[in-house]
């Protein structure tokens, strides 16, 4: 009987939590008209890049091969073989880089260090001086300029030494992280308020060792994406733990890590089970990353039972692997704020049999969500789901399941396949996602603090190379002076960082 009124209440309790979790994600119907407001002085305004996209320069000045130096060159994986040899050639262009960050008036300008330009050979750890000073001139250049940097030390540029001794399923990695973070802290540090420790988790360990659409090609969904998971997340908290005994008092800066995630909405909001589904959705892709580090140091619960479930193993293991009690005290907490690259939306539901057997086996099917899109939703003109009210979803789950961590968005935008510089549907993209920030913001009280758009300029966007464009520069990659043309877009967000979001028309007369 007893148990029964506990079951009876249980069952109230998960309830008002699904219902409230409706409440707080549902936003499709009452939220989608325009709202004006205006974000704090304070709040953040910046734009994205990343070492392999922009540098080229891919073996000068003492820089070791990566994986995506091997892969574009093995050819066969990116669109018309192209490589990123070249690219927009910051290395050599890095003023050019600066002069655009000035003419839209940037806050911060978020870019990441090539490991093989610094550490060549993690595996001796021999400092490259010639790879430091180059980042030393750019970031006190950038600095010089008014505009903090927000430096990632790893956006997916594995030396390839390291992918040829054991990848991220070798633990000595973990020291030799901590090698190349400490090298960057105690260089660049002095000069740097935002570090992020990885970029897109998720894509490095699923697209580079499940699908293997991205270097270095491994086909392996059903283990390695865990395994690699589990160091790049020993990693980080090791990255996070050395500022924090080592550099925090002296230059009191903010580390932290960056994971893509889309909104994951139910399909049917008054449908428990698709609920439920969105949720899980949401625990396997953000949550494989942000509740170890933003909650208790360990997977979330649903995402241990399912893969458990999925392993299908006599003995009850799991392909999963465990965190000790040593290892969660030494992940949880390891975190300044929340940084987050959001795009586009999905739809969960159950997944049904003929699904599972769509998906590979292993993570995408432990899961057991069937993902899907409205139709209706306009695409971008490279044919991506344009959904706004998806931003202000993410966030109200961010402060609902983090405890509203302070959020910087470090990546949002949109593509499209010529780089026209009069890019309008950019422009209501932008327009579309900030406001539904500024509503997340003023309305429901999420703590978010600074928002960038991906990306400055037209670079190699990894397996499209430059069939993608999403820069709010164009950069033409036939001239040899790869000059830098404002689009309209970059004109616009002048505008909007200027005015700190949208005014009231009215209220400014
Ligand atoms: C409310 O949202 C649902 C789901 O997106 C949609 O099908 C319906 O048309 C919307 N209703 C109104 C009045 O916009
Ligand atoms: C921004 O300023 C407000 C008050 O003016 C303060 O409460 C808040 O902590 C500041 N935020 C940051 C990120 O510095
Ligand atoms: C790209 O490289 C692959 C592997 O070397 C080759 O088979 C293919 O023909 C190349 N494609 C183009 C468009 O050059
Ligand atoms: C480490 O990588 C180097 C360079 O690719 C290779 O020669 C060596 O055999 C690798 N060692 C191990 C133990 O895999
Ligand atoms: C792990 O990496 C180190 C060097 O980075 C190498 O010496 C060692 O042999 C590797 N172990 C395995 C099992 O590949
Ligand atoms: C959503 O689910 C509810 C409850 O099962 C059902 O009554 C309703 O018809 C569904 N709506 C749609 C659009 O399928
Ligand atoms: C585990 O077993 C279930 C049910 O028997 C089956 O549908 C699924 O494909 C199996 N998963 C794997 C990874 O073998
Ligand atoms: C470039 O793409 C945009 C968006 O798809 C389109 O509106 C425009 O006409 C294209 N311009 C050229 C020159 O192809």
Known sequence: MLHFKRLVLLSIVVLSALLCFVTTTDQRNSTNAFYYGVLPENFTWGASTAAYQI?????????????WDRFCHEGGHIVMNLTGDVTCDSYHKWRDDITTMNEIG????????????????????????????????FITAVKQAGIEPMVTLFHWDLPQILEDNGS??????????????????????????????????????????????????TKQPATLPYLYAHTIIKCHATAWRLYDTTYRARFNGMVSITLNTNFYAPKN????????????????????????IYVDG??????????????????????????????????????????????????????????????????????????TVDPTWPKSPSGSYIVP???????????????NTPVIVTENGLSDPNGTLNDQFRIQYLRSYIDELIKAVLIDK???????VWTLMDNFEWTSAITKK??????DFDDPQRRRVAKQSAMWYKRVIADRGFPDPVLIG
């Open 55 to 67: 540098e080229g320069a891919w073996n000068e000045d003492g820089k070791s091969e990566n994986i």
């Open 106 to 137: 940037l806050k911060h300008y978020r870019f990441s260090l090539s490991w093989s330009r610094i550490v060549p050979d993690p595996t001796t750890g021999v400092v490259n001086e010639a790879g430091v000073n180059f980042y030393l001139n």
């Open 168 to 217: 991220w399923g070798n633990e000595t990695i973990i020291k030799q992280y901590q090698h190349y973070a400490d090298v960057a802290f105690s260089r660049f540090g002095h000069l740097v308020k935002y570090w992020l420790t990885f970029n897109e988790p998720w894509v490095t360990t699923w697209m580079g060792y499940g699908t293997g659409q991205y270097a270095p090609g």
């Open 269 to 292: 909001s008054s449908k428990p089970e698709d609920v439920e589904a969105a949720e899980r959705a949401a625990q396997f892709m953000v949550g494989w990353f942000a509740h170890p």
């Open 298 to 371: 360990d997977y979330s619960q649903v995402m241990k039972d399912y893969v458990r479930r999925n392993t299908n193993s006599t003995d009850g293991s799991s392909r999963l692997p465990t965190f000790t009690d040593t290892d969660k005290l030494f992940i949880k907490g390891t975190f300044d704020y929340f940084g987050l690259n959001h795009y586009t939306t999905s739809l969960c539901e159950p997944s049904d049999a003929a699904h599972q057997a769509s998906v590979p086996k292993g993570y995408l099917g432990d899961m057991e969500v069937k993902l």
């Open 389 to 403: 009210w998806g931003m202000r979803g993410i966030l109200n789950f961010i402060r609902t399941h983090y405890n």
């Open 446 to 452: 999420c703590n978010v603090i600074g928002y960038t």
């Open 470 to 475: 999403m820069g709010l520069y164009y950069v």
